[in-house]
């Protein structure tokens, strides 16, 4: 594997040529992705931080911008660092025509963690789709540190969603909800998620891969000023690195409401800070 640094605000931050040790579909709609890595690469990563991975140049497709890709495992056990991925456009497509064996370019890792206390009792986490792969570290992290877990998994239906893939075994209290049972309704989940932060009473919630789970986590944290909420946002962006300002959003920050970078500020925020996209439709 070979890097070639880029200098960042006073950080660096690599390109790397990797090879593919193992791609594979998971079900239907994600694949599963594992390049090797070097110490210093695993070293460097984080959970919730984000890779930018070149897409290749096919007989049908040609992507032209690299596509962000959150970690979703790290090593160094496996000397490896893992992205679970859903097939949705043109460069995940030809991402999707690669074989174990050949080598690819990962530019990262990129922007901010989750914030982790290895001192926490328990902490929730509540996961929707590809979000599942951005928040999967943080279950190893609580494994690794004896830390309980609640989890809230939602999908659109029992075969879409990615239990044993996220947990990997780990012991955990899970409830999950479905779009096909109507379990998923916002209502139905405030009951769960509340029930959950009286009877459980975790330290820390953290979320990614809906924005109605976002808010809905926002408006109950409300009631538990102590508890610490983070979420990893998923935005469109296209250099990674905070330079083309297509991923802006706005959060509320002390002094007022302000445009930052999910790239670059982010991932991952504050789950109170974040201000609802609809203010601006």
């Known amino acids: 594997m070979s890097d070639a640094c880029i200098e960042r605000h006073g950080a660096s931050v690599s390109s790397w040529r990797c090879r593919i040790v193992e791609h594979r579909r998971v079900n239907e709609r994600y694949r599963y992705l594992r390049v090797e890595a070097d110490a210093p690469l695993l070293q460097m990563t984080r959970p919730g931080q984000f890779y930018q991975l070149k897409c290749p140049v096919t007989v049908d497709h040609e992507p032209f911008l690299l596509r962000p890709m959150s970690v979703y495992g790290i090593g160094p056990e496996n000397g490896a660092i893992e992205f679970l991925y859903n097939v949705v456009g043109i460069g995940t497509q030809s991402l999707s025509t690669l074989q174990a ?92 998620v509340r029930r959950l932060m009286d009877n459980e009473r975790p330290q820390a919630v953290y979320t990614c891969g809906s924005h109605r789970l976002l808010m809905l986590l926002q408006r109950i944290l409300g009631d538990y000023p102590g508890v610490v909420g983070e979420v990893a946002l998923e935005q469109r962006m296209a250099c990674g690195m905070g330079v083309c300002l297509s991923c802006v959003r706005m959060f509320d920050c002390e002094g007022g409401r302000q445009f930052l970078r999910v790239c670059r500020d982010g991932p991952v925020f504050p789950i109170r800070d974040v201000v609802d996209e609809v203010v601006f439709v």
């Not at 309980?148 to 209290?173: N, W």
């Not at 999950?176 to 309704?185: E, I, L, N, P, Q």
Request: proline share 4%; net charge negative; with cysteine.
């Open 101 to 192: 064996g050949e080598t690819m370019d990962i530019v990262g890792p990129l922007g901010n963690a989750f914030t982790f206390n290895d001192d926490f009792r328990r902490v929730l986490l509540v996961a929707r789709g590809v979000g599942f792969a951005t928040m999967a570290p943080l279950v190893q992290r609580a494994v690794s540190c004896g830390i309980g877990l609640s989890v809230v998994m939602s999908a659109r239906s029992p075969e879409h969603l990615l239990k044993e893939s996220f947990l990997r075994g780990a012991d955990a209290s899970v409830h999950c909800v479905y779009d096909s049972d109507g379990t998923s309704a916002p209502e139905a989940v405030e009951t769960w």
